[in-house]
Nanobody, 128 residues
Framework: QVQLVESGGGSVQARGPLRLSCAAS????????MGWFRQAPGKERVGVATFSTVGGSSTYYTDSVKGRFTISQDKAQNTVYLQMNSLKPEDTAIYYC????????????????????WGQGTQVTVSS
């Protein structure tokens, strides 16, 4: 059973930074896809930034966060980070850490249906 524990959410003013952390445990697979999704009030949950460790690794960012958000990982600590800079009010949402067992380059972490495990979510509120 994979467990994902998020931290780092909170309230920040527009153009400010925030860093989210996701501590993962309970898995032994070397090949995995992990990342961050978010869900704003009244909207669907969507992928924000994800990566895969299969086939030399790859990273995905949704267009609206490119150049502002950076996903990274500390393999020794089994922790995934999302550094968010130049935050905008439209970034306000609950952010969820996500995990999928990925075994080939055909396995992606693009939609909520791809996810095997979710974190509990952390609220990010950006005020103008």
């Amino acid at each position: 059973q994979v467990q994902l524990v998020e931290s780092g959410g909170g309230s920040v003013q527009a153009r400010g930074p925030l860093r989210l952390s996701c501590a993962a445990s309970g898995y032994a697979v070397r090949s995995r896809c992990m990342g961050w999704f978010r869900q704003a009030p009244g909207k669907e949950r969507v992928g924000v930034a994800t990566f895969s460790t299969v086939g030399g690794s790859s990273t995905y960012y949704t267009d609206s966060v490119k150049g502002r958000f950076t996903i990274s990982q500390d393999k020794a600590q089994n922790t995934v980070y999302l550094q968010m800079n130049s935050l905008k009010p439209e970034d306000t949402a609950i952010y969820y850490c996500a995990f999928r067992r990925c075994y080939s380059s055909r396995d992606t972490l693009s939609t909520p249906d791809d996810v095997n495990y979710w974190g509990q979510g952390t609220q990010v509120t950006v005020s103008s």
